[in-house]
Nanobody, 132 residues
Framework: QVQLLESGGGSVQAGGSLRLSCAAS????????VAWFRQAPGKEREGVAV????????YYGDSVKGRFAISQDVARNTVFLQMNRLEPEDTAMYYC?????????????????????????WGQGTQVTVSS
């Protein structure tokens, strides 16, 4: 079992920045990929970014490319999401999720990493609100 705990959400004005953290505990050695998703009211959940655990490969959703950066501190079992130049459209609940299958490497590379059903563990989410 893996537990994921997000933190760092809050309210910010458009153009500002936030850094989210996703701390993993439990059987973290089983994690292969960790991703950030978000869901705005009335909208479907969408993939924001994904990182290969213990590797440097990262992939992003089109709406956040160039503004968000995913990174990790392997020693602390923590994945971060640095969000810059925030827009009101970024307002959502942000979740981190862990995929324990090595197939996630292929999914990340071929652009199918945002398939929610492939992620075994999910955090409770942290709210991000961006005002104009």
């Amino acid at each position: 079992q893996v537990q994921l705990l997000e933190s760092g959400g809050g309210s910010v004005q458009a153009g500002g920045s936030l850094r989210l953290s996703c701390a993993a505990s439990g059987d973290t050695a089983s994690n292969r990929c960790v991703a950030w998703f978000r869901q705005a009211p009335g909208k479907e959940r969408e993939g924001v970014a994904v990182v290969y655990v213990n590797f440097s490969n990262t992939y992003y959703g089109d709406s956040v490319k160039g503004r968000f950066a995913i990174s990790q501190d392997v020693a602390r079992n923590t994945v971060f999401l640095q969000m810059n130049r925030l827009e009101p459209e970024d307002t959502a609940m942000y979740y981190c999720a862990a995929d324990v299958s090595a197939a996630c490497y292929i999914r990340a590379r071929d652009g199918t990493w945002a398939a929610e059903q492939e992620y075994t563990y999910w955090g409770q989410g942290t709210q991000v609100t961006v005002s104009s």
